[in-house]
């Protein structure tokens, strides 16, 4: 392994696994804050007992996300410093701001989860807003400076280097707004759902029960209205990948050649050398009115791109495909849950619904997981796209196989211990008597 | 505001975000080293007011060291970009640490409470955090120095092992841990609310205080062989004097205060002290933040993004102050 490619990986494996424990952290203050809120209107012990609950899954989540995300603001030095040293003053200004963000959110998640005791029921309950709040802060302050890795903007290039720097101007870049509402609304549907698919699996085993009954209500709350707004978003990011990176875009559709009333490529398995894409279904017109509203607009293919500069045209396809099925899939599901909601049916009495619902369990996350392999990997071999090539930026570091390979074993042990403290969590509900009625818990007694 | 001035206050701010990290973050990396040396028949109740007094603090603690980072690479990218390369090595195994220390502290906290669980996880707490400051000193000698470099032909240890692996780094890694340890015996001597534990900690605290005068006065004298331009700022700058005197009153008094039994004087003086060490060593490589040649003016980054800094620091200033007020009137409002 060369140390370019090693670098990457590890770029690569340190943003998969501190992704879904940053979503985690945009998402589950928003449930804990509903189930707590619910719980000062309604004086329901039950939903109380969610909040505290659910607020020691996510210490523990939000204490790993918070430690990785510390290793990735050291590696984009560690791996990459002469684009850091390119970058830095140009889009450090949202790292600076997520700084505060961060800070906010860890300051009052310390409150949370420590403070029940200590503060009021009410200073509590705005502890957490702001945990919400903050994290949601933090995800658009660090998501724009991705988008601008995306679409550069904010400065002028001269003899390789930038002049005329102006970090407002790079914040507000093309990629921006899409990029980060994509993925706000991702954070909230892989988590309300992810937790809505937990609790829906507990329910199928023990449907009576009013925990999981509550919890599932709260999680479709935070978790669905998201999903379904997602394609939406999904479409606005599509129409301003096909204007600001015509290359990502042929790659995710697999377009090899620019042309007109551009078709829409289900599936298939892209072959860059023959420039076909056996075992695709294609829709004709759908990517010319997707990316253009246009059925008859040109939609620019990797003809256009020097082949030496192509992403990896079949992972990227792929990725993209995976993040569009498992998104409709939750999208649908959700709508399912919204119907049923509207005519004042409870979901959780819904056997099917339940089973859907725990079968998309991790399926916001993996979607999440190939998003952002869209999303970088159809930018290379750029890291900054067309102005610095990702080779370019590389430590001069030797030997990079050695952390990558250790820092990946760490993540490896961290994710064991997770998915080991987590199950505890999970396992930890108590039945449903502690809160049934009593004469429920009699029986239960006797049994 | 001139150029200057602008680079200059964002090299300030680096340093007092450091300095909060290292007063705040660091107690908390002390703690995990009393977690470790926790003994006697209060063992128990000492890992236990350990872990109640970083438990709700030591994320938000962390961020100092983020904010660091971050200022460091907008507002001084070359700097940034140079100690990654020729730091790569300490700053990758701190991390390691970073990371084995606050996971292991949290998962410590929601696992089984059986006592062979919590060892195992408070042993790798205790080790990370014993371990982090350590390196954290390593890399600060290392700048102080003036021997991080990026290669140009040289061999692999010359570039990225040598230039750190040295006395001088090595005793300032000891002198970080052992003042982190210090400030955490005097903070913990100050929140003990049982004055038998109160007491193990001002042993503690005693004990780590002197070891502090043994390994300043070792990285001293180091410093006269391996780090020429702070040797030379230490004993001879107009400042010197009056930096010196000030940290050796703040450590008697320190240690006074810690006899006396003076819990909230000795978290003053002690805090104080520790920051007189650093400013020191600031004040030391003036104008370098990275010597032997990047300075304050020449690493920085254009004025417009140096002006929106130091705009978003004021902003973010405004709710962080109250905001960091009321954590730690919440958890730590107990009068000592």
């Known amino acids: 392994m060369n140390d370019l490619l090693a670098a990457r990986s590890q770029m690569g494996v340190s943003l998969a696994f501190h992704i879904v424990f940053a979503v985690v952290g945009i998402g589950m203050p928003l449930l804990m804050v509903v189930a707590e809120w619910r719980h000062l209107r309604t004086g329901d012990p039950v939903y109380l007992d969610l909040a505290k609950r659910w607020s020691k899954g996510t210490a523990i989540m939000f204490a790993v996300g918070a430690v990785s995300g510390t290793i990735l603001s050291f590696e984009l030095g560690l791996l990459w410093p002469t684009f850091m040293e390119f970058a830095g003053p140009i889009i450090g200004m949202p790292f600076s701001l997520e700084g505060f963000a961060f800070f906010v959110e860890a300051i009052f998640l310390g409150v949370y989860l420590y403070g029940w005791k200590r503060i009021s029921p009410r200073a509590h309950l705005w502890a957490g807003v702001l945990v919400a709040v903050s994290g949601a802060a933090s995800a658009v302050f660090v998501v724009i400076a991705s988008a601008w890795m995306n679409a550069p903007a904010g400065f002028r290039l001269v003899d390789g280097r930038p002049v005329d720097v102006h970090p407002l101007a790079a914040m507000a870049n093309p990629a921006a707004f899409t990029q980060t509402l994509h993925m706000v609304l991702a954070a909230y549907a892989a988590t309300g759902l992810g937790v809505a698919g937990i609790h829906a699996f507990l329910l199928l085993r023990d449907p009576a029960h009013r925990f999981h009954r509550r919890a599932l209500a709260v999680a479709l709350v935070a978790g669905a209205p998201a999903a379904i707004l997602q394609p939406i978003s999904g479409d606005l990011s599509a129409k301003m990948v096909a204007r600001t990176q015509p290359a990502k875009l042929a790659a995710m559709e697999a377009l090899f050649e620019t042309r007109a009333g551009a078709p829409l490529l289900i599936g298939g398995w892209p072959d860059p050398d023959r420039g076909e894409s056996p075992f695709a279904i294609e829709v004709p017109y759908a990517l010319s009115i997707l990316a253009f509203g246009d059925p008859r607009a040109e939609v620019r293919g990797l003809d256009q791109v020097p082949r030496a500069d192509w992403p990896n045209v079949p992972f990227v396809h792929l990725s993209f495909q995976v993040m569009v099925a498992l998104g409709t899939y939750l999208a649908l599901v959700s709508l399912r849950a919204a119907w049923l909601a509207w005519r004042r049916r409870d979901p959780a009495d819904d056997r099917r619904l339940l089973q859907a619902l725990a079968l998309g369990t991790p399926m916001g996350f993996l979607a999440i997981e190939a998003g952002w392999m869209v999303t970088e990997v159809g930018r290379q071999p750029w890291i900054i796209a067309g102005v610095l090539r990702t080779a370019d930026a590389v430590t001069p570091m030797p030997g990079l196989v050695v952390p990558f390979t250790f820092f990946t074993l760490l993540y490896v042990a961290l994710t064991a211990a997770v998915v080991w403290l987590m199950r505890r969590q999970i396992l930890e509900t108590p039945p449903a008597e502690a809160w049934a009625a009593p004469a429920a818990a009699k029986e239960a007694a006797r049994a | ?336």
């Open chain 2, 1 to 336: 505001m001139p150029e200057s001035a602008l680079a200059a206050a964002l090299a300030a701010a680096v340093m007092a975000s450091l300095n909060a990290y290292v007063l705040l973050g660091g107690a908390d990396f002390g703690g995990g080293v009393w977690d470790l040396l926790a003994g006697g028949p209060r063992r128990d109740r000492q890992r236990a007011l350990v872990a109640d007094a970083i438990g709700p603090i030591w994320e938000a603690n962390h961020v100092w060291l983020i904010l660091v980072i971050v200022l460091l690479f907008t507002c001084f990218p070359a700097v940034f970009a140079r100690l990654s390369i020729g730091l790569h090595i300490p700053l990758s195994l701190m991390l390691v640490g970073i990371v084995l220390r606050g996971s292991a502290f949290t998962f410590r906290t929601y696992d089984s409470q059986r006592d062979d669980v919590q060892r195992r996880w408070g042993r790798i707490f205790a080790g990370a955090s014993i371990g982090t400051p350590v390196l954290l000193g390593i890399s600060v000698g290392t700048i102080a120095s003036g021997a991080v470099r990026v290669p140009a032909g040289e061999g692999f240890a010359e570039v990225f092992v040598r230039p750190w692996l040295q006395p001088f780094p090595l005793a300032v890694g000891l002198l970080t841990l052992v003042l982190f340890a210090f400030l955490a015996a005097v903070y913990l001597m100050a929140e003990a609310d049982d004055p038998a534990l109160r007491e193990d900690f001002r042993h503690r605290a005693l004990g780590a205080g002197v070891a502090a005068f043994g390994a300043a006065a070792l990285a001293l004298v180091l410093a006269r062989e391996d780090a020429p331009l702070v040797w030379n700022r230490l004993l001879g700058s107009a400042w010197a004097v009056p930096v010196h005197l000030a940290t050796a009153v703040f450590a008697v008094a320190a240690l006074a205060a810690i006899w006396r039994r003076r819990a909230a004087a000795a978290r003053l003086a002690a805090a104080a002290q520790v920051t007189c060490i650093l400013w020191g060593w600031a004040l030391s490589q003036y104008p370098f933040l990275l010597p032997p040649d990047l300075t304050y003016r020449s690493a920085a980054a254009p004025a417009v993004t140096l002006r929106l800094v130091l705009a978003a620091l004021a902003i973010g200033s405004i709710v962080l102050v109250p905001s960091l007020y009321y954590l730690f009137r919440v958890f730590k409002g107990r009068p000592a």
